[in-house]
């Protein structure tokens, strides 16, 4: 069956990094685009990133944009997103999602909390 299942989410002070993971499987990984969203608390779903299928290419909130990174190694099924200069702004539940157009598969997310 298909899983998604993040990891390294935590608290991190204003200004520091954290790199968020993303093992999948039960599915051909490298047939696939795949999406980061997060739900800040409160508040509705907000896309964060696409990265293309060899990752070649990858896409941004503007509101990420500068600061935050994704990535992929299909050889270990693994997706990732680093970011940088985290704002209080970021606190939010991560999200890691099978595909672009169809989303069809999520993770239950990694928590991250900006706060000094």
């Known amino acids: 069956e298909v899983q998604l299942v993040e990891s390294g989410g935590g608290l991190v002070q204003p200004g520091g990094s954290l790199r968020v993971s993303c093992a999948a499987s039960g599915f051909t990984f490298d047939n696939w685009y795949m999406t980061w969203v997060r739900q800040a608390p409160g508040k509705g779903l907000e896309w964060v990133s696409t990265i293309y299928i060899g990752g070649r290419s990858e896409y941004y909130a503007d509101s990420v944009k500068g600061r935050f990174t994704a990535s992929r190694d299909n050889a270990k099924n693994m997706l990732y997103l680093q970011m940088t200069n985290l704002k209080p702004e970021d606190t939010a539940l991560y999200y890691c999602?099978?595909?672009?157009?169809?989303?069809?598969?999520w993770g239950k997310g990694t928590r991250v909390t900006v706060s000094s």
């Open positions: 999602i099978r595909g672009s157009t169809r989303m069809d598969y």
